[in-house]
T-cell receptor, first 114, second 111 residues
């Protein structure tokens, strides 16, 4: 099976711009979660989508949004970028059907906001 | 608020010796715990998990111990190998909800 893929791998934007990141989960996985990783903060949960519906949400401002398509691919959008949004954004897919599902991570998108 | 904490940002161990990575959590309702390993420029990869109904789970060189009364879990790697050098994250969840991750411990295994 192909793993989780994320595009693009690297991105440079300026403050005030918006950005869309894409994640393709492992075939058959219906759950996609997004995380932000910054130095010293670990992985901070953004949101999880399951069957096109947001199932869980972390404590991020409304500038961060996402969606999931019928083929389980997911996109994450950040509007009005701030310098503090510079981070590695990781998505993870899982089967999502039981309480304890292992998550498989993609390589991440490195976003730099100038 | 950091519900899962890894208080040691880094750890160095000689090859062949035991590596012990620690993780503390604050939410007593967490019922599932995982360890992930992350190499630079790659996403985290799943290493081992443990349910709250157990206090130990072993997989080859990796063993995870859970002490629910202390809200503490640890990952033991025996024997440590240079290829184990990576950043290790612990994570916890409650009833299948979101995972909370620690800030990671960078392990260096010295040949």
């Amino acid at each position: 099976k192909a793993g989780v893929t994320q595009t693009p791998r690297y991105l440079i934007k300026t403050r005030g711009q918006q950005v869309t990141l894409s994640c393709s989960p492992i075939s058959g996985h219906r759950s996609v979660s997004w995380y932000q990783q910054t130095p010293g903060q670990g992985l901070q949960f953004l949101f999880e989508y399951f069957s096109e519906t947001q199932r869980n949400k972390g404590n991020f401002p409304g500038r961060f949004s996402g969606r999931q398509f019928s083929n389980s691919r997911s996109e994450m959008n950040v509007s009005t970028l701030e310098l503090g949004d510079s981070a590695l954004y990781l998505c993870a897919s899982s089967d999502g059907t039981s309480a304890h599902n292992e998550q498989f991570f993609g390589p991440g998108t490195r976003l730099t906001v100038l | 608020d950091q519900q899962v904490k890894q208080n040691s940002p880094s750890l160095s161990v000689q090859e062949g010796r035991i590596s012990i990575l620690n993780c503390d959590y604050t939410n007593s309702m967490f019922d599932y715990f995982l360890w992930y390993k992350k190499y630079p420029a790659e996403g985290p990869t799943f290493l081992i998990s443990i349910s709250s109904i157990k206090d130990k789970n072993e997989d080859g060189r990796f063993t995870v111990f859970l002490n629910k009364s202390a809200k503490h879990l640890s990952l033991h790697i025996v024997p440590s190998q240079p290829g184990d050098s990576a950043v290790y994250f612990c994570a916890a969840s409650e009833a299948g909800n979101q995972f909370y991750f620690g800030t990671g411990t960078s392990l260096t295994v010295i040949p």
